[in-house]
């Protein structure tokens, strides 16, 4: 990968340790580097915005590294400092312009991208979209990443026997938190008190949170008990 030295073009107060792949950066952006922030307080007795900025951009692109074809650019969007109305920066803008006209932030999906592009192509498939404050979910296997609406990756299909049912909590609920499991004998509500039972009943996946959801998975145990 062919390298953009950045040498000749350091401010005071700023300490080149490395170069940047071009790949990532436009020549524009050759002021993007690596530097001592502690050393700029030292001498300006804080960092300056774009010392915060450029901080943060290297550290989100040194967490990208993970994922083919991300880059930490991808996740940040700008907009004029007097309006609110925001662009997703693209490879081919530089990051770092007048930020008395331009301010900056992480994209509001940023986290729920970086999970899209680890996933595999079969879960990619099963992702979904709604709009915010919305209750139905549609699929989705190309999320469009708009700020209106949400995005998820619905829990993989719960069965017992071969009967589909709500899948089940996988997670440590917050204590006293209320919640039903079901038994061959019926279903029942309960509270999350991290007694022996709790842990028990979240580890061999009997938690809901609803008593409809949990009267389905016990109709459908006792089906497949019966052997139907």
Request: hydrophobic content about 30%.
């Amino acid at each position: 990968m062919k390298e953009l030295n950045v040498v000749g073009y350091l401010p005071k107060g700023f300490k080149f340790v490395g170069t940047i792949p071009r790949s990532i950066m436009s020549d524009q952006s050759c002021l993007l580097i690596r530097f001592d922030i502690e050393r700029e307080k030292e001498e300006f007795g804080q960092p300056d915005p774009y010392t915060e900025l450029k901080a943060q951009f290297l550290k989100d692109e040194e967490g990208c590294k993970c994922v083919d074809g991300l880059f930490a650019i991808d996740l940040y969007q700008y907009s004029a400092i007097d309006e609110n109305k925001w662009h997703t920066l693209k490879r081919s803008d530089s990051i770092f312009t007048d930020l008395t006209k331009y301010k900056y932030r992480h994209h509001p999906h940023a986290d729920k991208f970086i999970e899209y592009l680890k996933c595999s192509d079969e879960d990619k498939e099963r992702w979904e979209w709604r709009m915010l404050g919305g209750s139905r979910w549609y699929p989705t296997d190309e999320p469009m990443w708009n700020e209106d609406c949400e995005y998820r990756l619905p829990p993989k299909p719960f069965f017992i026997g071969k009967y589909k049912v709500p899948p089940p909590v996988t997670e440590i609920p917050e204590i006293k938190k209320q919640y039903w499991f079901f038994r061959f004998d019926g279903f029942f509500k309960a509270s999350w008190d991290n007694l022996l039972a709790d842990k028990e009943r979240l580890k061999c996946n009997l938690i809901r949170l609803t008593e409809q959801d949990a009267k389905q998975c016990h109709e459908a145990l006792i089906e497949t008990l019966k052997g139907n």
